[in-house]
């Protein structure tokens, strides 16, 4: 059966075929049914090319080339040999608005020794990393004690492991505290410096620069990659500021652009850089964005009453109600209400403005996002209000845009009704609102 898959795979890829003709790229796929697809070269906007280290050893490349389109269709992936790599991807850029990469001179981005540690202590590789080492602990630990009994992961087996806890904290508080810092810290501590490892490999050599509209991305150890985006195709820019790192004054700057969707979804444009660098490097970057903080008024009370209550006013009126009859519930009452204290303390953060000719959208929370859309790329807007939002004269304004990569970040819930005529006034009419708020 395997070596019937292999062939059969082996098959497969030979019949995939391309040819460059008349300013086209034809691909022929397919063993008992042919399809040919024709993609006109100058509607090519990214060419992302990325090599592993198996693919090195076999001497061949694996070439993603995306159009404008927003369907997979129009989008191809080529594996093709190192050698006609450079022919390839020669021919592609004379035909369409990229670049040669013997072009891309002049200032380039790069990501600072700094810059990996205060990524590191901000990825889901350090925070997912804490209980895989802990629970890597442990069955270290149980191997090399010699011990035959399993470690029991069923729900009593986790209560009687609590109770212990519990009978631990009751009798000795400070040995205990000490201890649980101790175990925690050391936890964090490797899985920290596993994180550095993992995120100086994957984003090793990382530099990004942009000659006339064109952005390039140049980054990988093992698995090489380079990437090359029209810079009009991108929808705007979103800055995150990420737990840990956000203290220290690290953030992150990603990208939106035209007919992004799978693997396409998100780019990131520069990992981690100091906020106080933010403006300058993307000013050089991409000059079209112009990068400032709306200074708008609070959130109205209405607003963040409206956040607290929804969903979860009516979850904490029931749980209020059964917490009567069963006291343990009241554990749960604490977490609901705590959890709606967040929503409105981060509701009272968020804020939108317009910035010339983008909208701005500032979402706080664990990671604070800034949002910045231009205009032109957005599509429509919608507004919507549900029954309780209509009882406190409020509405829901969704920003669409051609394949977020995070399509909650583009909607603004809560929003007065005047504001968010002022900004269907300015996406029709170019007008500047007289007010910034939220």
Partial sequence: MTITVIVWSYISWYKETYVLLNGTLVLKSGVYRTLQRSIPISNITTLDAHQNWLYRLLGIMKVSIQTSDSNEDADARLVISSKKYEAFTSYIRQKSNLIREEELTG??????????????????????????????????????????????????????????????????????????????????????????????VRYHGWNVSRHENTIAINYGLFEKRKIQILVTKIQSVRIKEQPLSRWFGYASIWIDCVGYGGDFKTKILIPS??????????????????????????????????????????????????????????????????????RAFITSRSKWGIVNNQLVIVKAGLTTTSIFVLRKAIEALIVTENRMQRQLGLRTLEVEIDEPSRTREYVIRGIEPNDSGEIMSWYKNGSQPTKLSL
């Fill in 107 to 200: 200032n380039t981005t790069t990501i600072s020794i700094k810059g990996i540690f205060m990524l590191s202590i901000s990825s889901n590789l350090f925070w997912l990393g804490i209980p895989f080492v802990l629970t890597a602990l442990q069955y270290i630990n149980k191997f090399t004690s010699q011990t035959s009994d399993e470690l029991d992961l069923t729900i009593e087996g986790t209560f009687e492991t609590f109770d212990e806890l519990l009978h631990l904290f009751s009798s000795n508080i400070g040995q205990f505290l000490l201890d649980l810092i101790t175990v925690i810290g050391g936890c964090a501590l490797l899985s920290w410096l596993l994180s550095v490892v993992l995120i100086m």
């Fill in 273 to 342: 850089l100091q906020k106080n660098e933010l403006r300058p490097i993307l000013h050089r970057l991409l000059p079209e964005f112009q990068i400032a903080e709306p200074k708008g008024e609070k959130r109205k009370r209405r607003a963040i009453i409206y956040s607290m209550l929804y969903p979860f006013g009516y979850l904490l009126l029931g749980m209020a109600v059964a917490s009567m009859f069963v006291p343990e519930l009241w554990f749960i009452v604490l977490l609901v209400a705590a959890i709606m204290l967040y």
